[in-house]
């Protein structure tokens, strides 16, 4: 069965950087897409960064020149490196990871990690 373990969230003063890690593990045949999504209390879970496999990326508005993720394919990892950290990307940070676990490509699932939690102080 497939994994996504991720680390490296935490407690951060506003203007700090955090690098958060995915790690998927299992029987993995190919990563179609990784994302980072996060939830903030009493609020709807949102997408914060994506890259799919030709490693095209999309970011949400809100975090464009300040997130930057990346993905180390041999290590099916996938990072979100958080520069210019505000109050309000406090939250939950949630790995997805859409995946090929057999060897037909419409042999597909969805996964989530465990989440991370970020706090930004002011």
């Known amino acids: 069965q497939v994994q996504l373990v991720e680390s490296g969230g935490g407690l951060v003063q506003a203007g700090g950087s955090l690098r958060l890690s995915c790690a998927a593990s299992?029987?993995?045949?190919?990563?179609?897409?990784m994302a980072w999504y996060r939830q903030a209390p009493g609020k709807q879970r949102e997408l914060v960064a994506a890259?799919?496999?030709?490693?095209?990326?999309n970011y949400a508005d809100s975090v464009k020149g300040r997130f930057t993720i990346s993905r180390d394919n041999a290590k099916n990892t996938v990072y979100l490196q958080m520069n210019g950290l505000k109050p309000e990307d406090t939250a939950v940070y949630y790995c997805?990871?859409?995946?090929?676990?057999?060897?037909?490509?419409?042999?597909?699932?969805?996964?989530w990690g465990q989440g991370t939690q970020v706090t930004v102080s002011s």
């Open positions: 997805y990871a859409d995946l090929q676990i057999g060897f037909w490509k419409s042999s597909k699932a969805d996964y």
């Open positions: 299992g029987t993995i045949f190919n990563v179609n897409a």
């Open positions: 890259i799919i496999s030709g490693g095209s990326t």
